[in-house]
């Protein structure tokens, strides 16, 4: 049997799937956890890979290995490769005000959209670029290259290292904000006027499926790819399947065929992993709004969401606006979270534990709206993420999205796909193998466009000071 090793080194921990490169049965895997915050050492990626590599039994007798991790976080390296600081995550708000400036720069956000299919954002890594160059100038003077999570993990495992061997994939690179995955080229001009100097070494864009180096053990590396097209490629995603991932943050994407270009600024023109396109909406809060409030309520998930079928649909009229880490999308880096239609009587732990599902839920409907918006057919949801193990969770999607769901056993979906591209790697070819399907379960309802109606109602209520760069987030 020849084996592959899928890593997901995501903002939480970092997983190992050692799979059958045929069937695509898990034979081990292992995780470890890495540090909380929205700055990071990569060492303490690299240490709990090793980590997990312990876990999982090594990773010697595996024939290839790829890396999914998560998006838009900045790795800045000297000319000796060495770290210039720790990472800024994607969910590091402080470059905020950066992105507004360089949208405002570049002419708007419709250049942003037509150059690069993304409008600026304080989690997209040209901000996260700008703002290192306004307040850290000298870090930004000695970066000689930059690169991403999964770029810098792959490098460390390979058998030669030095800048000019970083590689990188279509779906990771297309959300920096300067890789355009149409044209499948780095626009150095737009990240030239966020450092405010000429580019820093960039990592080479490999093809879906193309060998980029050994490790010591000899084992091909994949291109790898960012957390949501390593997913999408786990599921096996195809045109008119849509993925709803609730983890840490909230996540709405599609395979397409044509890119999308929005200038508003909700949907980001991201590649996926098979060389289509995956547009995408992603919010700040995801399953945490559900850790939250269990945690006001003194009660642990499954008395969560007991509490919330038993109340009514719309909780009375109670919404809860889930921005409690500020918001991405819409743009609202400053905004807090907050109660509408507190009464005497919705004032229960049921109504609020339902209003905590449905605001989750409603704030993803928003994304597969505007996903819809940008011509993408929706003929199926599937949702995924450690928000779907919530019984309440999968019996309310349905009612709140309007249509019939689908929810995939639980399982490593981004170290899975990465594993699947490992495989293709192996085996070469223009298509991923076609591994065995996993069970789904199936959930229908009667819709409650109410429950939306009243959100939306609400939604916009957020103090108008919190709100960055309006014009990209007004509606």
């Known amino acids: 049997m020849t084996l592959v090793a899928g890593i997901d080194s995501s903002t939480q921990s970092c997983k ?25 050492a990569p060492a ?7 980590s997990a590599y312990s876990e999982a039994g090594g990773l010697d007798d595996v024939a290839a290995i790829s890396v999914g991790a998560q998006q838009h976080g900045m ?115 737009l990240l030239e006027l966020a450092l405010r100097r000429p580019s820093p070494i960039l990592p080479r864009v490999a093809g879906p499926a193309d060998c980029i180096g050994e490790t010591v053990s000899g084992a091909l590396l994949g291109p790898g790819a960012g957390d949501n097209a390593a997913g999408a490629l786990a599921l096996e995603v195809g045109e008119g399947d849509v993925i709803v ?31 289509r396109h995956l547009p995408l909406v992603c ?59 507190l009464r005497l009587t919705t004032a229960t732990p049921a109504h609020l534990a339902r209003a905590a599902f449905e605001g989750l839920l409603c704030s993803l409907a928003d994304g597969v709206d505007h996903i819809e918006a940008q011509g993408t057919e929706v ?8 928000g779907a193990r919530s019984s309440a969770l999968c019996e309310l999607a349905p009612t709140v999205l309007g249509m019939p769901v689908d929810v995939p056993e639980p399982g490593e979906y981004v170290a899975r796909g990465a594993a699947r591209q490992a495989a293709w790697v192996l085996r070469g070819g223009a298509e991923p193998p076609q591994w065995e399907p996993g069970a789904t379960r199936h959930y229908e309802a009667d819709p409650t466009p109410h429950v939306r109606e009243r959100y939306a109602e609400v939604r916009d209520l957020t103090d108008g000071s919190e709100i960055v760069g309006e014009s990209l987030s007004a509606g």
Request: glycine fraction near 10%; charged fraction near 20%; charge should be negative.
């Open 75 to 189: 790795v800045c390296l000297d000319d000796r490769g060495e770290v210039v600081r720790d990472a800024l995550l994607w969910n590091d708000t402080r470059s905020a005000a950066a992105a507004v400036d360089l949208v405002a720069e570049a002419g708007g956000p419709a250049v942003w959209s037509d150059a690069v299919g993304v409008v600026p954002l304080a989690a997209i890594t040209v901000a996260k670029a700008r703002w290192l160059a306004d307040h850290e100038p000298r870090n930004a003077e000695r970066t000689a290259a930059l690169c991403l999570p999964h770029d810098w993990l792959t490098w460390t495992m390979r058998s030669d290292r030095d800048l000019g061997s970083l590689a990188t994939d279509r779906s990771d690179a297309s959300g920096t904000g300067y890789f355009d995955a149409c044209t499948n080229a780095y626009r150095q001009d």
């Open 283 to 341: 919010t700040l809060n995801g399953a945490r709004v559900l850790d939250a409030t269990a945690r006001m309520l003194g009660v642990d998930h499954t008395e969560l969401a007991r509490l919330a079928l038993t109340a009514p649909p719309g909780s009375d009229g109670l919404v809860l606006i889930p921005y409690l880490e500020g918001e991405r999308t819409p743009n609202r880096p400053g905004a807090t979270g907050a109660l509408h239609g």
């Open 44 to 50: 303490a990626w690299r240490a709990a890979y090793e």
């Open 245 to 275: 991932s609730i983890g840490t943050s909230g996540v709405v994407c599609a395979v397409s065929s044509t890119p999308a270009r929005d200038a508003a600024g909700y949907v980001a023109g991201f590649a996926d992993a098979t060389g």
């Open 16 to 40: 190992i799937v050692v799979c059958d490169a045929t069937t695509g049965r898990i034979v081990r895997e292992g995780r470890a956890l890495h540090p909380s915050g929205t700055e990071v």
């Open 379 to 386: 003929r199926r949801v599937l949702l995924v993420g450690g």
